[in-house]
Structure formats: structure tokens, C-alpha cells
């Protein structure tokens, strides 16, 4: 292929999707380890695994803490070189919505310190709401006055009206307004408005009740549910609120503040400013949705940030229970049972990523997870097997288990859409088992390596190839922790599916900037290629991509040259396209050089693949 054509295609490939100059870093990038809260909230050999590899980042709050952790690791066979033990108060052992993120660029690299609002539930899954009981709280916000977030605690509409009556059978109908909590929206609705009165006095100020909803034989006060472990005003959120700051200084690494509650298990990235969340993360900041993702752009370099309504019921709605992005163009989605009343919202939520299209400007890769009925914890609703609630941890997936016949394809479902890593599943502890909004995922946070490999790479697609002659393969690549230094090699390994090896390979040189180019030998055709990328950098230091495994394409059934399609180029077709070239005519699959005149030129192309193969 001749230079211009190269430099055409990586102009347009770098014109689409170029790696963004600062970004949050994407769950299956080079990980230093995994962060974890003493005491343990997951099973011991779950433990062993995180730090069997890599390293293991503790939380705990005293020296005893240490020592009681220090024990039971080396009693369950952990080096304890590989652990790092992080002083901080905490409160939860969900150290992957309060943990940190990372935003990385060129001699950029930050700890996202968020603010964290613990565990609110919201609705979703909207039911049918009749006319005469659809309300708006103070912001505008439409909700349905029979359907409350907290019906368990004795809640039967938001504001008293003459349709609110006793739905959750408790014999008493206890209202939002006049609780003696002042709803400014913190709750997830915000009575502070005339209307309601200042939330009929909770928040102060003079009662002025025209409408009547403060009639105070219609309001009584909330009924605390001790054995809901979920609820906002039963948790000291705030003792994990510093739980970054303090990591971060402990590792003598920058801190960026952003003011937003901004948990991490209501976030997927794909590394290059695209963010998925559920609108709950919206509504729990009390902002609009232009407001928020504003900040998030500005902040943290989001570009495209994509919001889901509330695919649940009453529920935390994080999106890490629904859904889980294994790459920036392959996603695993949850699947529930038709018989399921959330069956049709869950089924919007998967359809929604059909009509997004990924960094790539491709659609996604979606792979269903069937999530079968569980019994989950008390404060659940249609409680299911979380298991797209998994980590990935460099050549690792780690996927929550649940002691059922389903759990074998769950992890068959990983391994189809991540050939080459290896998938592990466990079983929650017998204490702390996994649940269906609180699993493996929740309760474990990526730690990253600032001074990483990031290669980016389209890769190749069957029916992206025009012929098999000259397929192209490009790939932007930054080593993060040696900027100014030229890499030591690029290299694709390749080979037919078919074949048992070795790989062959193929050198990439540098095109311009972080750009590496190169293409593929005559490849045959109706064939399955396996390919991956190794780059090493001057210090030996190795990364692939993908990170494990290789990606797969198809060849063409018909190629270039092939001009009797016996599937096999040879003496043969020299003497067809010699034919042509006497006679004056065209062949498509005779025109080896694109010039659309089929001559010597082709001839000679011709012979050298014939030479070379």
C-alpha cells in the first residue's frame, strides 16, 4: 500500500477518535491493585485472589485494625509485601462508591475527591400514575403522590390530599410533609415552596396551609425501620468522606475536589469521555440535568455523558447491578425473566445502547446476562443475581457467584465477550453474602498505574475490510510514565484462528505523534484472524491490547487477485490477469493497486504476493 493511502487512514482515524487529552481512567486499564475496607466485607479467598497478583490497598482505622488484618491475611496465605494499609475513617465497606477515580493526562494525574450521599432509593420502572395524583416538588420535578420512596416506613402519599389512603396497610396514614424532617431535597424531593408550606414547617418558616396538606390529622411522624441497612439517616456517611484524601496523601498523589455526590457504582467510563449513569446521580445533586453534566465536562472532561431513566423500582439504581462495560466497544448487559414486573424497563434500558454508538463511532457489542430471581436483602425489591456487578483487574475477571445452576453461564457469558482473560467466580461470604444491589463490584475499587501504557486501538472489523490485500492496522499509543522516551517496539501478533502458532508479527512504526501504523501480509480468504498488540517500552515494561487475549476478524470470502476463486492465489491467476491486461479489460479483483486500469503494474503486484506467501 502505497504512504499516501497510510497517511489518509490515520488522518481520519485520528480525526474521530483521538485519546482525549485528560480522562477518567476505564476499569480495565493497568491496575496497581485493588482497594478494600478492614473489616472485610468480602470472603477470604476473594482476598487471596485480589492480592495473589497485584497489590492490596486497606482501609482501616487503627493500629489494631492493622494488626487484626495483618493476621488473618498471613493466615490465609497472603504476602503481606503486597499490601498497603491506607489510615482512614470509614463507615461502609462499599469502597467503590465512595473510593477514588482517576483523571490522567500528560504529566496529569489527579485523585477525584467526591463528596458521598450514601445509599438514597429512588423510583423508577414508572408505573402507571393516575392523573389526579401526579404532583411536582418545588424544582419541577413530576412524581406520582401514591407511589413514595419509603412505603415500608409507613409512607402512603408524599402530600396529604382526599385520594391518599392506607396502601401499605400499616392501618394510618403517614405523610411526608409534617414528619419534622425538612425535605429540601435531599431526599430526593424538595418541599421548601409555598405550596407545601416550607415542607409544612420542618424547614421553618411560618405555616401558611391554603391548599390543606398540612392538616395535621393526616401527618405523623416517620417510623425508623432499624432493619433497612440502606437508608440515609441510619449511616455515617460522612466518616468515608475522607477516605480519598487521606489515600491520596498517604501516596503523595494530587487531589482534584468536585463538589457532587458522585458515587462510583452509578458510574461507567470507557476511558475516553464517555460516562454512563443511571438519572438517580443526577437527582441526589439536586441540579438539573444540563447543571450537572456541565461540571462533569468541565471537571472531569466528559464528554458525553449518557443518563438512563431509573430502570428499577424502589432502589439505589446503580448502574454497575445493570450493566457493565468490558472494553470501549463491548458491553454485558442485564436480562431478567418476562415474568419479571421491572422485565420491559430492563429491556428499554438494554435497547438504549443500541442507539448509542461508542468512542469508536461503531455500535456496541452487546452480550446478554440472564439474572435469575434470588432472595435478596430486606429492603430489595424483585431482588435478582447481580452478576454484571464483576471486576475486572488487569488479566482478571472476578465475578460474584450465587450457589445456583445460572452461575455457570454467567461466567461462560464473560467469556465469550473477553476471549483470553481469565474469569474467576466466588461466592459472597457466609456473613456478607452478595445481594442483588450490593455485590462483588460494590464492595472493591481499582487502584490504577499512573505511569501506564494506555494503547488505543479500532480494532479491525469484518465488515469494515475492502479486500484482504491491504487490511490496516493502527493504533495511538501513550506511556504515560516516560513522555519524551521513543517506545522500544510495537508489534502486532497474529495468526489463523485455525492454527495452533506460532504467531507471526508484524512491526508498527511511528507514523507522527503517539500514531503507529502498519498492515497485514496477503491474508487468506473466508479466514478467522486472531491478532494482538505488544508494546514495550525502554524500561521492559510490557502492555497488550487487549490487555488479555486477542481480537478476532473474518476475511473476505473473495480477494484481491484470487481472479478464479479457488480460494487460493497462484501460477493461475498470473496467467488470468495476464488475459485481461491482453484484451483490454477490467477485473475488480485484478485491479491489485486500486488505479482502476488493470496492468503490468497489477502483474507485478501479483507475482510478490505470490512470492511473499
Known amino acids: 500500500m502505497n504512504n499516501?493511502?497510510?497517511?489518509?487512514?490515520?488522518?481520519?482515524?485520528?480525526?474521530?477518535?483521538?485519546?482525549?487529552?485528560?480522562?477518567?481512567?476505564?476499569?480495565?486499564?493497568?491496575?496497581?491493585?485493588?482497594?478494600?475496607?478492614?473489616?472485610?466485607?468480602?470472603?477470604?479467598?476473594?482476598?487471596?485472589?485480589?492480592?495473589?497478583?497485584?497489590?492490596?490497598?486497606?482501609?482501616?482505622?487503627?493500629?489494631?485494625?492493622q494488626v487484626q488484618a495483618s493476621n488473618t491475611f498471613s493466615d490465609i496465605g497472603i504476602d503481606l509485601d503486597q499490601v498497603v494499609f491506607i489510615n482512614t475513617d470509614t463507615y461502609s465497606h462499599w469502597t467503590r462508591d465512595y473510593g477514588p477515580q482517576f483523571l490522567i493526562g500528560e504529566d496529569y494525574w489527579k485523585v477525584i475527591n467526591q463528596d458521598f450521599n450514601g445509599y438514597p432509593l429512588e423510583n423508577g420502572c414508572n408505573e402507571i400514575c393516575d392523573d389526579s395524583m401526579i404532583l411536582y416538588d418545588c424544582l419541577g420535578n413530576e412524581f406520582c403522590n401514591n407511589l413514595p420512596l419509603y412505603p415500608e416506613e409507613g409512607y402512603d402519599c408524599y402530600v396529604n390530599n382526599h385520594l391518599c389512603q392506607d396502601f401499605n396497610g400499616d392501618g394510618q396514614i403517614i405523610d411526608w410533609l409534617g414528619d419534622g424532617y425538612c425535605d429540601n431535597g435531599s431526599w430526593?424531593?424538595?418541599?421548601?415552596?409555598?405550596?407545601?408550606?416550607?415542607?409544612?414547617?420542618?424547614?421553618?418558616?411560618?405555616?401558611?396551609?391554603?391548599?390543606?396538606?398540612?392538616?395535621?390529622?393526616?401527618?405523623?411522624?416517620?417510623?425508623?425501620?432499624?432493619?433497612?441497612?440502606?437508608?440515609?439517616?441510619?449511616r455515617g456517611w460522612d466518616e468515608d468522606d475522607n477516605t480519598n484524601i487521606d489515600f491520596a496523601n498517604q501516596l503523595n498523589w494530587d487531589i482534584l475536589n468536585l463538589p457532587l455526590y458522585f458515587t462510583g457504582g452509578n458510574l461507567m467510563t470507557d476511558g475516553y469521555g464517555n460516562a454512563f449513569s443511571t438519572e438517580l446521580m443526577i437527582n441526589e445533586n439536586n441540579l438539573n440535568s444540563d447543571n450537572f453534566i456541565g461540571i462533569i465536562q468541565e471537571s472531569l472532561n466528559v464528554n458525553n455523558y449518557h443518563i438512563f431513566d431509573n430502570p428499577n423500582f424502589e432502589s439505589i439504581q446503580h448502574i454497575d447491578c445493570m450493566a457493565k462495560l468490558v472494553n470501549p466497544e463491548t458491553v454485558i448487559i442485564k436480562q431478567v425473566s418476562q415474568d419479571s414486573p421491572e422485565y420491559d424497563c430492563v429491556e428499554e434500558f438494554a435497547n438504549s445502547f443500541i442507539e448509542i454508538n461508542s468512542f469508536y463511532d461503531r455500535p456496541y457489542n452487546i452480550h446478554r446476562i440472564f439474572c435469575p430471581e434470588i432472595v435478596g436483602g430486606p429492603w430489595e425489591t424483585n431482588p435478582v443475581a447481580a452478576y454484571t456487578n464483576s471486576l475486572i483487574l488487569n488479566q482478571k475477571v472476578l465475578v460474584p457467584l450465587y450457589g445456583i445452576?445460572?452461575?455457570?453461564?454467567?461466567?461462560?457469558?464473560?467469556?465469550?465477550?473477553?476471549?483470553?482473560?481469565?474469569?474467576?467466580?466466588?461466592?459472597?461470604?457466609?456473613?456478607?453474602?452478595?445481594?442483588?444491589?450490593?455485590?462483588?463490584?460494590?464492595?472493591?475499587?481499582?487502584?490504577?498505574?499512573?505511569?501506564?501504557?494506555?494503547?488505543?486501538?479500532?480494532?479491525?472489523?469484518?465488515?469494515?475490510?475492502?479486500?484482504?490485500?491491504?487490511?490496516?492496522?493502527?493504533?495511538?499509543?501513550?506511556?504515560?510514565?516516560?513522555?519524551?522516551?521513543?517506545?522500544?517496539?510495537?508489534?502486532?501478533?497474529?495468526?489463523?484462528?485455525?492454527?495452533?502458532?506460532?504467531?507471526?508479527?508484524?512491526?508498527?512504526?511511528?507514523?507522527?505523534?503517539?500514531?503507529?501504523?502498519?498492515?497485514?501480509?496477503?491474508?487468506?480468504?473466508n479466514s478467522s484472524i486472531d491478532y494482538f498488540i505488544s508494546v514495550t517500552n525502554i524500561n521492559g515494561k510490557k502492555m497488550n491490547h487487549p490487555a488479555s487475549g486477542w481480537h478476532i476478524f473474518n476475511t473476505l470470502s473473495i480477494s484481491l487477485g484470487d481472479l478464479n476463486n479457488d480460494l487460493n492465489i497462484n501460477v493461475q491467476d498470473i496467467i488470468l490477469i495476464i488475459d485481461v491486461v491482453l484484451n483490454m479489460e477490467y477485473e475488480n479483483l485484478a485491479d491489485l493497486n486500486f488505479d482502476q486500469i488493470v496492468d503490468v503494474l497489477d502483474i507485478v503486484q501479483l507475482v510478490n504476493i505470490i512470492l511473499n506467501n
Open 188 to 234: 430526593g424531593l424538595n418541599f421548601m415552596c409555598n405550596e407545601y408550606s416550607f415542607d409544612c414547617g420542618d424547614c421553618g418558616g411560618e405555616i401558611i396551609d391554603e391548599i390543606g396538606y398540612c392538616n395535621e390529622s393526616f401527618s405523623g411522624t416517620r417510623v425508623n425501620n432499624l432493619s433497612q441497612t440502606l437508608r440515609l439517616d441510619n
Open 405 to 525: 445452576d445460572y452461575d455457570l453461564q454467567a461466567i461462560e457469558v464473560y467469556q465469550d465477550a473477553m476471549p483470553g482473560y481469565e474469569v474467576i467466580g466466588f461466592e459472597g461470604a457466609t456473613y456478607e453474602p452478595w445481594y442483588s444491589e450490593d455485590a462483588l463490584h460494590c464492595r472493591t475499587m481499582g487502584i490504577f498505574d499512573p505511569s501506564m501504557i494506555h494503547i488505543s486501538h479500532k480494532k479491525i472489523m469484518s465488515n469494515e475490510i475492502f479486500n484482504n490485500l491491504s487490511i490496516v492496522i493502527e493504533t495511538e499509543i501513550i506511556d504515560y510514565g516516560n513522555l519524551d522516551m521513543p517506545l522500544d517496539s510495537v508489534i502486532v501478533y497474529w495468526k489463523y484462528s485455525n492454527d495452533n502458532g506460532p504467531y507471526n508479527q508484524i512491526n508498527l512504526y511511528l507514523e507522527s505523534n503517539n500514531d503507529y501504523i502498519g498492515e497485514f501480509p496477503f491474508l487468506s480468504a
Open 4 to 65: 499516501f493511502f497510510f497517511q489518509m487512514i490515520l488522518i481520519f482515524s485520528i480525526a474521530i477518535c483521538s485519546i482525549p487529552e485528560k480522562r477518567i481512567v476505564a476499569e480495565w486499564e493497568q491496575a496497581l491493585g485493588t482497594m478494600i475496607r478492614w473489616p472485610l466485607g468480602i470472603p477470604n479467598d476473594l482476598v487471596f485472589e485480589l492480592a495473589r497478583d497485584d497489590s492490596l490497598y486497606v482501609l482501616v482505622e487503627s493500629i489494631n485494625e
